[in-house]
């Protein structure tokens, strides 16, 4: 079968870095994809992996054992504003995704 | 930037009505993707489009039919609405190649009664 495993909530301190898991069963892989969506907004693109090995893009990294199933994205610096539900997507198939439950992340002062 | 709109945010209908969701995107995408979003069970998708004319059933299907004229426009039917179909329903486009992310619209909530 297929299956995507993510936490369902994180809490983390303004300023903090926080690391969101992800684990996959999937028949196939063509790359994983990490979205942000804000309560009541479309989900947003943050990252694309399908190499082994940290992708860094600003206060953001995604990371990708293709080994292991598994994927973890990175938040440095945290602000207020990256509370948001965090999506790990998997390309099983041609352009076929899919997602994660998803991880609602909440960053306090 | 891509820019894929829905027709309605929120829309309220009753059980046993036809019920079209309609979807635009602007930058010529091939692809385009219906999915619905719940609480603790994550986007599945519905169904998908490679091409004009073209479709594909996605994970959950039942219920549900789509249709797409134009290379723009990706419409989900729902053919006799019942509660259980009570959602968020997402629509989405992309490039064909692997790499291309999908790009979302703000969504659909739909309320069956």
């Known amino acids: 079968g297929q299956n995507i495993d993510q936490p369902t909530e994180m809490t983390a301190t303004e300023g903090a870095i926080v690391q969101i898991n992800c684990t996959y069963q999937?028949?196939?892989?063509?790359?994983l994809f990490w979205y942000q969506q804000h309560a009541g907004e479309a989900p947003t693109f943050l990252s694309y992996n399908v190499l082994d090995g940290l992708e860094e893009k600003g206060r953001f990294s995604s990371f990708l054992s293709r080994s292991k199933g598994y994927s973890y994205l990175l938040l440095k610096e945290l602000q207020m504003k990256d509370s948001a539900s965090y999506l790990c997507a998997v390309k099983s198939g041609y352009n076929k995704l899919i997602f994660g439950a998803g991880t609602r992340l909440a960053v306090h002062p | 930037d891509v820019k894929v709109t829905q027709s309605s945010r929120y829309l309220v209908k009753r059980t046993g009505e036809k019920v079209f969701l309609e979807c635009v995107q602007d930058?010529?995408?091939?692809?385009m993707f219906w999915y619905r979003q719940d609480p603790g069970l994550g986007l599945r998708l519905i169904y998908f489009?490679?091409?004009?004319?073209?479709?594909e059933k996605g994970d959950i299907p039942e219920g549900y039919s789509v249709s797409r004229e134009k290379k723009e426009r990706f419409s989900l039917i729902l053919e006799s609405a019942s509660t259980n179909q009570t959602s968020m329903y997402l629509c989405a486009s992309s490039l064909g190649q692997n790499d291309q992310p999908q790009h979302f619209g703000d969504g659909t909530r739909l309320s069956i009664l």
């Open positions: 930058m010529d995408h091939e692809n």
């Open positions: 999937t028949s196939g892989f063509n790359g």
């Open positions: 489009s490679y091409d004009v004319k073209m479709k």
